[in-house]
């Protein structure tokens, strides 16, 4: 009977171990909010002054400080870390909020975020900067980019897209009022188009004008013609197409000066133009020629592409620019209008140039990053502004279907733009799908 209870007892442990072994593969959320969390928690709570003060993030303490431990408490006087105010526990990790003493600055704590992340057992930790004193550590406890699921509370809204996730298990979103110009690089098959898509499914939710410029023949942004507002799918219709833009942008600021204002959001609601977002599936194709005739229409397109970007903003004309490359080879005023599109998106590249290109200007630490993703991992990027602050993000997949059907269910949302009229692409209507047949058959009867 005992052997019995032995066998049934280390059958169950064995049991007990690979269940655990298959939820942390296969439902890492679960894992970590059973087992993970509750460790890390102990981990962090029972080290972090040893911690701190072996990864250097310790300070002396104040003379008043130092006085009452010598000659109050009669103890030594040690040096001190960043006081923990908040320790919160989440799906995907731990957020610890900590106040900074004086003599550290939030860059200390990013210098040593490896050290922690070994020191602590957690995939990844990163530090945000909340208020003046004040960071924020946000471990994560697993790849959250290994399957990608944006947090439920993650939202198109305003004109804020949430379009893929963080590293750190937040949601990155294209927010248009916040950076209003972008530019997407990455190589063929990085998820460059997945990313356009997921930009675009959460625009055709907003009541938000779209303009797409695809000289790949449409090929891309075709499938989304039922909210277009505008589509151009050769290099002479582009160049009409932002004539009319930079049109559409001087008559509003028309607008703008009739009612002492300098920005269309200070307008009364019932004035306010519709925002319009442009997008760009290939650049490169706007700017090379093949002739010496080709030469006046690429002038006009870089001119307009430089206006709008340098003074759109005001008026609510953003840009989303792509490509596989954007440098100075493409000829002149392509590095003047890489200047001005502030936020930078880089896909997995083919040379360090590309990713310089994307990244050098505005955040130089992300160069290194964006040259270690893996072909392996399709959607995987690095997130820059001229903020300096870069991240790690990856969109979740999605198919051009499942694109398509979100432009047509929201096609009533396309604004009415007369100036825009004449570039709006054809939609065909639905086939009527065949249904059974309402005839009865009859038999042929001699």
Sequence with gaps: MTDVSMVLEATGVLAGAGGLGYVKVRAPRVYWSLVGLPVTWGRFTFTYRSTMDVCGLTVQPSRMRAFLARNVARREVLPVPPKVR?????????????????????????????????????????????????????????????????PRGARPEGLAV??????????????????????????????????????????????????????????????????????ATTPDDSA???????????????????????????????????????LVDEVAELFLISSKKDEERRERIVTALIRLAQMARAVGIYLEVC???????LGKGATMLRAQ??????????????????LADVAPDAVMAAGLIPAERPGTAVAADSSGGWAK??????????????????????????????????????APQTGPSLVKPRPVTE
């Design 86 to 150: 908040r320790v919160r526990g989440t799906s995907t990790g731990l957020r610890v909020t900590l106040r900074l003493p004086a003599g550290l600055e939030p860059a200390d704590l990013m210098a040593a975020s490896e050290r922690l992340r070994h020191a602590w057992g957690v995939h990844s930790v990163t530090i945000a900067e909340t208020k003046p004193g004040y960071v924020e550590l946000r471990m994560t406890g697993y790849d959250v980019l290994r399957q990608v699921r944006l």
């Design 240 to 278: 009409s197409l932002l004539d009319v833009l930079v049109g559409e942008m001087e008559s509003r600021f028309d607008l703008l000066s009739a009612h002492g204002v300098s920005d269309m959001w200070d307008l009364p609601e019932r004035l306010r133009p519709v925002p319009v977002v442009v």
């Design 393 to 430: 993000i990856r969109t979740p997949h999605t198919s051009r279907d499942e694109a398509k059907v979100v432009c047509r269910k929201f096609a009533h949302l396309v604004p009415e733009l007369p100036s825009l009229d004449r570039f709006r692409p054809h939609v065909p209507a639905e």
């Design 162 to 231: 949430p379009v893929a996730l963080r590293e750190d298990g937040t949601a990155f979103v294209r927010d248009y009022r916040q950076v209003p110009m972008a530019l997407t690089l990455g190589a063929n098959s990085s998820g460059k188009s997945v990313y356009q898509r997921n930009l675009i499914k959460g625009l055709a939710r907003l009541p938000v004008a779209l303009v797409g410029i695809d000289c790949k023949r449409g090929v891309e942004h075709s499938a989304y013609a039922p909210r277009l507002s505008a589509l």
């Design 341 to 358: 599109l502030t936020g930078r998106v880089v896909h997995r590249v083919n040379d360090k140039q590309t990713a310089e290109m994307g």
């Design 323 to 329: 490509g596989q490359r954007f440098g100075s080879e």
